[in-house]
């Protein structure tokens, strides 16, 4: 059963007019953000050689890394205020424009300025990726109906696993044949592409109400987001848990080079390569179930669908490194992709059905402890890995978001059977 807040906004309200033309609108969007997911994957390996390239300082990858996810903390503090003034269009449109001008100063930046130019991309990109994912999500119910948001936000994810591989699978080929430059302006155009499938969308989101809503959350000496939380039953627990798990994250994206590494020590990249190709396909197939589900019974995976599927992602991802047989981790890696993008789906679609307003601060505060939690789980466990072994080190991170689960899921159980939560 999926679950809904009472106080759900007007579902007419968010439909569309025409909404099979909002739908193609929709995948024409998608597309670009596929095409751009694709260049930051890529950039992600490529600007890591080349920092260390650049310093010659291996603590030089973990700063750059730092600040970026500290740009992305501050931004999705205020990513909510920031929809509140301006349309969902407005912000994805110009997040974009700023990725591609920093990627060109990168490109252009003489010697002796590449170090800062360094840091001004770890800024923007940081700090402009999570305000595109914040403006995406919480309009997507103006985009394509609240009926179907549990298909657009599948479909996003499968577009953005598949860049995943891309990205990840070509990186090493271009830095090699081509060179980093190559590989920024790739980067580049791939942001531009995006901002030009954004500039042809007559996308919704923000504005007016918006700004009613910050005004309401002033009145009530709250700040938006945590007006938003409060007036929702259980979803403070649930974003908290989104935190928790992306520091669970953290562990085995740390922890998978090592353990590979143990596996294999002339072919450490082997295992690495091959277990994130099969989680990215569990994932896709996740999602293509999701979207038939979606598309039969008109209903989204609701909170407890997000609690349960982190139960499975998180203890799928500790029996990764329990050192079972290679065919069995293989499965393991197809559950843990298919658990992770199942608990985003349900996880996006139950924050959409706050109310415009709130719907903003609510996804930017959620941003905020995304990045957080990982960035403070990539500190931890980078030590941790120094004294005790991958299992332990995912065990004790994965095992706390297990927990936290357990708990959100007694939680959402309970409000059930009260009057918070109804079915749908």
């Known amino acids: 059963m999926t679950l809904r807040i009472d106080h759900s906004p007007d579902h007419s309200a968010g439909r569309p007019d025409n909404s099979a033309r909002g739908e193609r609108r929709y995948r024409f969007l998608v597309a670009g953000y596929a095409v751009s997911s694709y260049g930051t994957f890529l950039n992600m390996v490529a600007l890591n050689l080349f920092v260390y390239e650049t310093t010659g300082r291996a603590i030089a990858m973990g700063l750059f890394m730092a600040v970026r996810l500290g740009a992305g903390f501050v931004a999705g503090m205020t990513a909510g205020s920031l929809l509140a003034r301006f349309t969902a269009k407005t912000v994805m449109l110009w997040t974009n424009a700023a990725q591609a001008a920093v990627m060109l100063l990168l490109i252009l930046a003489p010697d002796g300025l590449r170090t800062a130019a360094l840091v001004a991309v770890s800024v923007v990109i ?143 990249a082997v295992f690495v390569s091959s277990f994130w190709c099969l989680w990215a396909v569990g994932n896709v197939l996740a999602q293509q179930v999701i979207q038939r589900y979606a598309k039969r019974t008109g209903r989204s995976v609701g909170a407890l669908g997000f609690g349960y599927g982190t139960i499975v992602m998180s203890g799928s991802f500790i029996l990764a490194f329990a050192g079972f047989p290679l065919v069995a981790t293989a499965v393991i890696a197809l559950i843990a992709g298919a658990a992770d993008g199942f608990t985003e789906v349900s996880y996006t679609s139950h924050l959409q059905t706050l109310p415009a307003g709130p719907r903003g601060h609510a996804f930017g505060l959620s941003a905020t402890f995304e990045n957080l939690g990982f960035g403070v789980g990539m500190i931890l466990v980078a030590a941790a890995l120094d004294r005790y072994t991958p299992l332990t080190v995912v065990g004790w991170s994965h095992g706390a978001a297990i927990l936290v689960a357990l708990v959100f899921v007694l939680r959402v159980a309970g409000l059930r059977r009260g009057t918070g939560f109804s079915q749908s």
Do not use: Q
């Open 126 to 268: 940081g700090a402009c990726g999570t305000l595109f994912m914040v403006a995406l999500r919480s309009s997507i119910p103006e985009m394509v109906g609240e009926e179907r948001r549990s298909w657009a936000n599948s479909l996003s994810i499968t577009g953005r696993s598949l860049a995943m591989v891309a990205g990840f699978a070509s990186a090493g080929v271009v830095v090699s044949l081509v060179g980093y430059t190559a590989a920024f302006v790739v980067d580049m155009v791939t942001f531009v592409l995006c901002a030009v499938t954004v500039a042809l969308l007559p996308v919704a989101g923000g504005g007016r109400t918006g700004e009613a809503a910050e005004r309401a959350g002033r009145r009530s000496g709250k700040p938006g987001a945590f007006a938003a939380l409060a007036a929702a039953p259980g979803l403070g627990l649930m974003v908290a848990l989104r935190g928790v798990d992306a520091f669970g994250s953290s562990s085995h994206n740390a922890g998978l080079p090592v353990h590979s590494a143990d596996l294999d020590p002339s072919h450490p």
